[in-house]
């Protein structure tokens, strides 16, 4: 059978939608990349949502604006970004440092050809955990739905249970 004969089932997300892009891993089928901010525990801080096909970077400013206000006992204006930014060196770029500063992080970038991403084994491992942690909730690993928002409220809910869980282990 052809794709899109009758009696065929074909997954919603293959028809498109937004926030999807032929995955470059996955012989071209359509596909969803989140991105993610976490802390130094892998409490997730931001999520971002993105086309599989589109490179890491340009994200990089979404996904730091994602970052709800973070509340403290101190007066004046809520902090909303953390202080320092652990990266790879696919975020070597120098309009990528300048977001970051512009948002007052101090980035901690990998340079490329320069120093090695091994370094960033001990900070990178925590956001590849929390992707694990995401891909635990079945719904997730393979997007059945065709509109965004809709994957991106299915993505913000395990965010919250893998936060409230991080909240029940150190309280």
Not at 129 to 143: G, K, Q
Request: charged share 30%; hydrophobic share 25%.
């Amino acid at each position: 059978m052809e794709p899109g004969e009758p009696g065929q089932r074909v997954c919603p997300s293959e028809k498109g939608g937004s926030a999807t892009g032929p995955n470059p891993t996955d012989r071209g089928k359509p596909g969803t990349k989140r991105h993610l901010v976490t802390d130094a525990r892998g409490t997730p801080l931001g999520v971002c949502l993105s086309g599989a096909n589109r490179h890491d970077s340009p994200m990089l400013a979404p996904t730091l604006d994602a970052i709800p206000p973070l509340r403290s006992a101190r007066r004046g204006r809520p902090r909303r970004r953390p202080g320092k930014r652990h990266a790879d060196n696919a975020y070597d770029a120098k309009p990528r440092r300048q977001e970051c500063r512009a948002r007052g992080i101090v980035p901690r970038i990998a340079r490329k050809g320069i120093e090695s991403s091994q370094r960033l084994g001990r900070h990178r491992w925590v956001v590849e955990r929390t992707h694990a942690w995401f891909n635990r909730f079945r719904r997730l690993p393979i997007r059945y739905e065709r509109r965004s928002d809709i994957y991106k409220v299915f993505t913000g809910l395990p965010a919250s249970l893998i936060t409230l869980n991080q909240i029940k282990r150190f309280c």
